[in-house]
């Protein structure tokens, strides 16, 4: 089923679609599994979710295909799904922070916020998680929502009042927000080691104010240290040691804004062969787009394997 036809092509307010119903203050749940299955039961007994058995059967299976962390208190658990006819949101509370697991040392989160789109929903369903996550990364919103006792006081809030969906995809809604980077000065062995241990095609290379100075990608590294493939590793290892980023990296690099169309950038990436692109905002480093973000995000296309975080 399609979104609705009254949310089509127009800015959505966040109030449209979080229902009071949906809110609940406290949560009895004693980990982020039991908080995630309390707010879906809520949905369920709302009629939000009309194919209960599917949905159980999905979040027992997956727990969750993802799971944003913003900031330290807020987790936000967010699926596609045929079990829904339309996007839904679901805020729980808990009296105090989560833990992942029983038994875990570290309390993760105290909100969490439950979103559930049909597989036909990716605009808004990605518009609905960005625009939640830029709020809610803020440290005085998430201080009003654990204080609030109520669906009434948490809606009161005037940030979460104010949240709105655009009508259409900006680069921020698909763009990975965790971003791996190095220094023109640092040294090339630094890089090779997290290109390995995240699975990363590339990294950026950044200055002393997060402004863009090149990339450094898998084939920088093979083409300038080809010459020593007969070398014997020690010898290779003291080279990377001894070389910095600024004698490997590529200096082209085109950066995007994250405040552009994605149908813009994407048509970019097809045109101009392009994997990946760094993304800045006020001249600063603050994302990163691949072509598998939107295969993945948007039309829900598996990719090859990735860091979950990072694609690079």
Known sequence: ???????????????EILRPEHVVAPLS??????????????????????DREKLRKLLTATRVRD????????????????????????????????????????????????????LSAAG???????????????????DRLVASRSAAEVLAIPSVREITIQPRLLVRDVMTQR?????PDSPVQEVLEMIAEHKLRAVPVVGE???????????DLLRHFLPGVQRPADANA?????????????RSVICVSEDQALAEVTGMLVSKD?????????GQLTGFLTRGDILRKVFGFAAAPVDPDHEG
């Open 209 to 219: 104010n997060r402004e863009v100075l090149g990339m450094v990608s898998d084939r």
């Open 274 to 282: 392009i994997e990946r692109l760094p993304v800045v905002h006020d």
């Open 29 to 50: 749940a004693a980990t982020i599994p039991e908080a995630v299955t309390q707010l879906a039961r809520t949905l369920v007994a709302s009629g939000a979710v009309p």
């Open 238 to 250: 003291l080279v990377w040691q001894e070389t910095r980023v600024r004698e490997v990296m590529s």
């Open 67 to 118: 799971l944003i962390h913003v900031g330290d208190r807020v987790v936000m658990p967010h699926l596609r799904t045929d079990a829904v006819e339309e996007l839904v949101v679901a805020v729980g509370i808990a009296p105090r922070p989560l833990p992942e697991a029983p038994g875990d040392a570290g309390a993760v989160a105290q909100v969490v916020v439950l979103v559930l789109a049909p």
């Open 179 to 183: 971003v791996f980077r190095t220094t």
């Open 124 to 142: 808004l369903y990605l518009q609905t998680v960005a625009a939640l996550a830029r709020v809610l990364r803020h440290d005085d919103v998430v």
């Open 1 to 15: 089923m399609s979104e609705a036809p009254s949310r089509a092509g127009r800015a959505v307010r966040l109030t």
